[in-house]
């Protein structure tokens, strides 16, 4: 799973211009062609992502440590570039092309992941794949943007994330479906991930216009200059600092996912579809658990959804079978996303100045998945020191201790904004 922006332009410039005119207003068709990409690629990368745990341990033989490594870099990677790749499509003024790069650089890697078989070829080879995602965001978000009208901005992210998580569902599904056909045909699902991939990235290059983003008409009307000093906001600072420190106890999914099958109760053939449980669910209670955000504190749902992560850690470690210990644990974590997803960019997106909204959203990004990167890698050790079923369990443990701290060091943050 990567981290939501939709809610972004929902808290930013013109908020309130949505009032109603009463017009019906079509999406862009910029919007629905970028969402398509987006479908594409996602098929492509959550094919593969829903095999790379079960390939890694048990095709390649790696250990839970490097696995562990492995899917910190694959959460962690894509947050070190998106600030610059932003930087650069507003220098510029040609978004796409930065997109097209990131897109690029994602297919480039499948074709990589074909021959790679070393953990030292398969951490470059992850490392390309996240880098392409994190080049690509923030230049697809701009053209989005700049597409839209500002009433209407979040109807069009949100039709985008729909196209995207619908990618994300049918990934897993065409990996489960060439593995029921094809024992072990890991390989084969690499090729039609590579297709994938490329399908996608000649629609962009082809269908999608060079959208330029809006300039200013004369120095008189000049946006006013960014200071990173404005970043360091105190109220933000205390955002990201419960934010990573919640991170530091997120273990990647795949983690999750190998407890169950370690446990027992389905055959690893079924293995893919976890993630289209876990979709399915963020795909349903995004929406009703952002309106709740809105009423309720948008912090108080944050840290509240991270209950949710504890009780999946603490369901795949109980020493329990059928199967609706399996599915509930999977139902759990599609909560936690859906609760701290979306809602992250929305409060980083209301405590940062407006003329730094975009980089103190990114900073909240990049620390999440920093320490997200680091709590993986960590978990990995934990993994082969005392076993998967103590290690959920000890993490459980320690976020619940973070999270009761967390709420309490947050709490004021959704109080209005100062004058």
């Not at 098929?43 to 048990?58: D, G, H, Q």
């Not at 330029?212 to 000093?229: G, I, K, M, V």
């Not at 959804?305 to 599609?334: D, F, M, N």
Request: hydrophobic share 55%; charged share 10%; with cysteine.
């Amino acid at each position: 799973m990567y981290i939501s922006v939709n809610d972004r332009p929902a808290g930013g410039r013109g908020s309130a211009a949505g009032k109603g005119s009463g017009k019906r207003v079509r999406v862009a068709p910029v919007v629905v062609s970028l969402g398509l990409v987006s479908l594409l690629t996602d098929i492509s990368s959550e094919s593969v992502a829903a095999i790379l745990p079960l390939y890694l341990t048990t095709v390649l033989g790696l250990s839970p440590v490097a696995y562990g490594f492995l899917d910190g870099l694959y959460q962690g990677a894509s947050a070190l570039v998106r600030i610059a790749s932003g930087w650069a499509a507003d220098r510029g003024g040609h978004p796409k092309w930065v997109a097209f790069l990131g897109y690029g650089l994602s297919a480039v890697a499948k074709v990589g992941l074909l021959v790679a078989s070393g953990f030292a070829a398969i951490t470059a080879v992850v490392a390309v794949d996240r880098v392409g995602k994190g080049i690509r965001t923030a230049p697809r978000d701009a053209m989005i943007a700049a597409s839209s009208p500002v009433s209407h901005l979040g109807r069009a992210f949100a039709v985008h994330r729909t196209l995207d998580t619908i990618g994300a569902v049918l990934g897993p599904f065409i990996a489960f479906a060439i593995l029921w056909a094809v024992p072990d045909g890991y390989t084969t699902v690499m090729i039609v991930s590579l297709a994938f991939a490329l399908v996608g990235l000649a629609l962009l290059g082809l269908l999608v216009p060079d959208q330029r983003l809006t300039r200013p008409a004369s120095p008189a009307r000049t946006a006013p200059a960014f200071r990173w000093r404005q970043v360091c906001d105190p109220q933000l600072t205390k955002l990201l600092v419960a934010a990573g420190a919640l991170g530091l106890l997120t273990v990647g999914d795949g983690f999750v996912y190998l407890a169950l099958l370690d446990r027992g109760g389905f055959a690893a053939t079924w293995f893919a579809l976890l993630y289209v449980g876990t979709n399915l669910a963020y795909l349903a209670l995004a929406v009703p658990l952002g309106r709740i955000a809105d009423r309720v504190g948008r912090t108080r749902v944050l840290v509240g959804g991270h209950v949710a992560l504890i009780l999946t850690y603490v369901c795949a470690a109980l020493p329990l079978g059928g199967l609706a210990v399996v599915i509930l644990p999977l139902l759990l974590l599609g909560t936690f996303y859906a609760a701290t997803d979306g809602v992250l960019a929305a409060v980083a997106g209301r405590l940062a100045a407006p003329e730094v909204r975009a980089s103190g959203i990114a900073c909240a990004q990049t620390v999440v998945a920093l320490a997200r990167l680091v709590a993986s890698t960590g978990f990995g050790l934990l993994w082969f020191t005392m076993g998967p079923h103590r290690a959920l369990l000890t993490v459980a443990g320690l976020l619940l201790v973070v999270v009761v701290v967390a709420y309490v060091w947050v709490r004021d943050l959704d109080a209005p904004p100062r004058a």
